[in-house]
């Protein structure tokens, strides 16, 4: 009993802390004029530092970083005039509303809705959550999908099964963004796009011989997977143990024409389901029989592989999503008679786009901020005084490793692209420890842990504002704080339990990766 009472009390103090935290989140401005709000002290702070020497070097350029100052008339007219390209070249723009075409499509005729409701009535609840974790860690392979495709139909599924549908948004965004550095047996594109930087980190070394080292692109492959157990396995005890309790008192107060139902599916409705399902399979076996020759356009011009950033296949990853829920939705739509001509078609990618107003305004601002910040070189600066920092505290390793874990989830609140991030941080960082006998391999790894933990509660990823844009289509009163209060205990526990995972790889020596090592240079 005494027991039970201290968890009752504990939990209730861990409610309170959240609830506080969610209060003050929501009282923060619209997230569009926050990131306006953000942009004026970024130009503010450029100009106040701009005149500043800073003895720390830009691995970029070789040189002393410099802070520019945006105030200037010039840095002023060029912000004025790459407005316009600043926002509709900023990348999560295009992903979100290409894509939610053919969902909208899709989602418009009833298929998504039918097919979520015949795998529901044959799927377990208790495995509905892991479920969810585990597809969104997979959809790391479709680049970016897993935010447009995976999370809103983490709400649905939960919603349709009687559960709350923001919970199924905390795990479907759990496992997509928390997880994006776990893999599912099968490699992402973020893998070959950080080796390749951390072997150009790694050649600025003084070892001689370091100027021929070769980083393999799966080289936390083995440690990525054993993660993504991990992941699933946190996400699920917090979502069903801590976070849906906590939701009980969140009222569902969206159009209840707009919520998925889970009736019992119609003849009409299986009929339009098994032809809209062949017809996404058949696309599907299409599109490998066509990726298997060697001489396919879908491989990668540069070596032939599919799975290689340069590849057609995985720059159409977003195109491949359109027409793989605007084809059997089409499908759905006329078998089931839900759809008369092609008018109603279009009228279900409008409605999908009338959807995506919101989060439009707030894409523009969001993206002018990004722009603004990386023009100042504010992130660069700060990312390598905290490099340096470790650099010259000379840690024990195991704290040395903790320290780029928690480096890198602090930067990762301030600076959203992982690549960047890691352009800037692992320049410093890979060389340094290959002083001290650390492979680039693992270091690497160590910085793949903090960046994912933290994806999750920083709004300047340019995903947030979208996810707040899901739940509110349930909960109208959703917020920035709402979203980090949700979010906050599942990045805390992946920050403490998967570094603690990475000691445990490190300290038993297993396996991280193919062709990696624990030292530099590697054993044997």
Not at 7 to 33: F, H, M, Y
Not at 139 to 154: F, T
Not at 203 to 230: G, K
């Amino acid at each position: 009993m005494n027991q039970q009472t201290a968890t009752a009390a504990k939990s209730s103090w861990l409610n309170r802390a959240l609830n506080a935290i969610e209060v003050v989140g929501n009282k923060l401005p619209d997230p569009a004029v926050l990131f306006a709000l953000l942009m004026i002290i970024v130009w503010l702070g450029s100009w106040l530092l701009s005149g500043v020497t800073f003895a720390e070097v830009d691995p970029r350029t070789g040189e002393a970083i410099v802070i520019n100052n945006l105030l200037e008339p010039t840095s002023l007219t060029t912000f004025m005039a790459k407005m316009v390209a600043t926002f509709v070249s900023f990348p999560p723009l295009g992903v979100v509303l290409v894509a939610m075409l053919g969902l909208g499509v899709a989602e418009y005729t009833g298929y998504i809705n039918a097919g979520l409701r015949s795998i529901l009535s044959v799927t377990p609840k208790m495995l509905l959550t892991p479920v969810l974790i585990g597809v969104g860690v997979l959809s790391h392979v479709a680049v970016d999908a897993g935010y447009v495709l995976v999370i809103p139909l983490g709400a649905v599924i939960f919603y349709a099964a009687g559960r709350h549908p923001l919970a199924g948004i905390a795990a479907a965004f759990a496992g997509v963004s928390g997880g994006f550095s776990a893999t599912f047996f099968v490699p992402s594109s973020l893998d070959p796009l950080l080796a390749g930087l951390t072997q150009a980190s790694a050649r600025l070394s003084a070892d001689p011989a370091a100027a021929e080292l070769v980083i393999n692109p799966l080289n936390n492959y083995f440690f990525t997977t054993a993660s993504t157990f991990l992941i699933i396995i946190i996400g699920w005890v917090l979502t069903d143990k801590f976070i849906e309790p906590r939701l009980n008192n969140t009222p569902i107060d969206g159009d209840p024409a707009e919520l998925p139902k889970m009736d019992a599916l119609k003849p009409y409705e299986r009929k339009g389901l098994r032809w809209a399902t062949f017809a996404m399979i058949l696309s599907g076996v299409l599109l490998m029989v066509s990726a298997v020759p060697e001489t396919s356009a879908w491989r990668s011009p540069l070596n032939g592989e599919l799975t290689h950033s340069s590849a057609p296949l995985m720059q159409s990853i977003v195109g491949i999503i359109f027409v793989f829920f605007l084809i059997p939705g089409v499908v759905y739509g006329y078998v089931s008679g839900n759809v008369k001509d092609h008018r109603d078609i279009i009228k279900g990618m409008t409605k999908a786009m009338s959807g995506m107003g919101y989060y439009i305004v707030m894409a523009f601002f969001c993206a002018q901020f990004i722009y603004a910040f990386g023009q100042s070189n504010l992130g660069a600066l700060i990312a390598i005084k905290g490099a340096n920092w470790l650099q010259h505290m000379a840690f024990p390793m195991g704290i040395t490793l903790v320290g780029i874990v928690f480096l890198s989830g602090f930067i990762n609140l301030l600076v959203g692209s992982a690549s960047a991030k890691w352009a800037l941080i692992g320049a410093v960082m890979v060389p340094m420890l290959m002083e001290l006998g650390v492979s680039p391999d693992l270091t690497q790894a160590a910085y793949r842990v903090g960046d994912s933990s933290t994806n999750i509660i920083t709004p300047l990823m340019p995903y947030f504002p979208l996810i707040v844009v899901f739940c509110q289509k349930y909960v109208k009163s959703t917020g920035i704080g709402t979203l980090i209060a949700l979010m906050l205990p599942f990045s805390i526990a992946m920050l403490l339990l998967w570094t603690t995972f990475l000691l445990g790889f490190w300290a038993l020596d297993l396996p991280l990766g193919v062709g990696a090592s624990y030292t530099y240079p590697a054993a044997g």
